[in-house]
């Protein structure tokens, strides 16, 4: 008996366009960000799902809830706060071309695929651990269902490169609003699609 999770990504932000290191800070969706879910909600607006999870970070929030437009409104969000993207710590909200400059130790751990702390944050380590465990709770309490999780890029990421034994440290491979789908039966998750944007071609094709 197994469980069906259909894993997205946020929406785009203004932390994104400002190449921020936005982790437990909140932030809003821009307009592209907005399109971005509702393109989302429209492409899933028949899938069953039962149940919609989301981080409890604002951006993530007002995805689910913009996706949750275009299901059943009897559909519910459950606000998971082990579902949030990396604690950066010290990093929290520098801007990218800072963090090489002052973090150049960190960048260098990342190139030999070593996995360091953000200071007085996570690593990969702790967001895979707090990640797979709220995954495997939520799909055990969902048998033979369907569910929405929305997340973060980062914490996508980590749970996919875990799942799929990747070693490399690589925060890159999640797109806004993208869809991945795992299945978990019998205590394994296996993936069964990753970062598919196709329903956001025509959109982001008109925006950059």
Known sequence: MSTTIILTRHGQTNGNIKKLWNGWTH?????????????????????????????????????????????????????????????????????????????????????????????????????????????????LSHTKETILIVSHGGFNNVILNKLKNNTTIDFSNQANCCINILEYNQGFFTILRENDITHLQEINQKAF
Not at 38 to 50: D, R
Not at 61 to 67: E, K, L, R, Y
Not at 73 to 79: C, F, L, R
Not at 123 to 131: L, P, S
Request: charged share 20%; glycine share 4%; proline share 5%.
């Open 27 to 139: 932030d809003t969706l821009t307009p592209l960000g907005e399109t971005q879910a509702h393109a989302l909600g429209k492409h899933l607006q028949n899938a069953p799902i039962s149940k919609i999870y989301s981080s409890d970070l604002n951006r993530a929030i007002q995805t689910a809830q913009i996706i949750q437009s275009y299901l059943d409104p009897n559909i519910p969000i459950e606000h998971n706060k082990h579902l949030r993207e990396f604690h950066y710590g010290e990093a929290e909200q520098m801007s990218h071309a800072d963090f090489n400059k002052t973090y150049t130790h960190i960048i260098q751990a990342w190139e030999r695929n070593e996995d360091p702390r953000f200071p007085e944050g996570e690593n990969c380590v702790d967001v895979a651990k707090r990640g797979l465990a709220a995954l495997s709770t939520i799909a």
